[in-house]
C-alpha cells in the first residue's frame, strides 16, 4: 500500500480529493462541471436566486433610466449549476413584463459566493 502512495499520479489524485472535501464540493461533482438541478420548481434556493436575477436586472434597468419594461418573477423552470469559486446557476425564469399576463422565458447566469450575488446576464430566450 505504501508503494501505491508513493506515485506521483496516487499522490495528485489523493490531493485533489481532499482538496474537493475541503472546500465543500458535493460528492460527485467536479469543479467546472455544469450539471442539471432536478425538482427545480420546488427548489427554494433556485427559486430565490432566480427571484434576485430579476430584482437585480431591473434595479440595474432603473439606474440606466432605460425604457425597458418592469419585470415580474413568475418561477425558475429550469436550472444548471457549475463549481466555480462558488456556485455559477444558469437559470430559465419564466417573467411577466409591465405587470401583464403574457409571460416571457428570459435566460440568466448568477454567480453565488457565500451571501453574495451577482446576476452576469439576463436575456430574452
Given at each position: 500500500m505504501s508503494a501505491l502512495?508513493?506515485?506521483?499520479?496516487?499522490?495528485?489524485?489523493?490531493?485533489?480529493?481532499?482538496a474537493c472535501v475541503l472546500c465543500g464540493v458535493p460528492?460527485?461533482?467536479l469543479v467546472g462541471e455544469k450539471t442539471k438541478i432536478a425538482n427545480v420548481k420546488m427548489n427554494k434556493e433556485v427559486q430565490d436566486v432566480g427571484r434576485f436575477a430579476v430584482e437585480d436586472s431591473?434595479?440595474?434597468?432603473?439606474?440606466?433610466?432605460?425604457?425597458?419594461?418592469?419585470?415580474?418573477?413568475?418561477?425558475?423552470?429550469?436550472a444548471q449549476k457549475?463549481?466555480?469559486?462558488g456556485t455559477k446557476y444558469y437559470l430559465k425564469i419564466l417573467v411577466n413584463e409591465n405587470g401583464g399576463r403574457n409571460s416571457i422565458t428570459?435566460?440568466?447566469?448568477?454567480v453565488?459566493?457565500?451571501?453574495?450575488?451577482?446576476?452576469?446576464?439576463l436575456t430574452v430566450s
Open positions: 502512495i508513493r506515485s506521483p499520479t496516487v499522490r495528485w489524485a489523493l490531493l485533489l480529493v481532499l460528492y460527485g461533482e431591473n434595479r440595474i434597468m432603473k439606474e440606466m433610466a432605460s425604457a425597458k419594461p418592469e419585470l415580474t418573477f413568475v418561477e425558475v423552470l429550469e457549475q463549481v466555480v469559486s428570459y435566460n440568466s447566469v448568477v453565488v459566493k457565500g451571501s453574495s450575488k451577482e446576476l452576469q446576464i
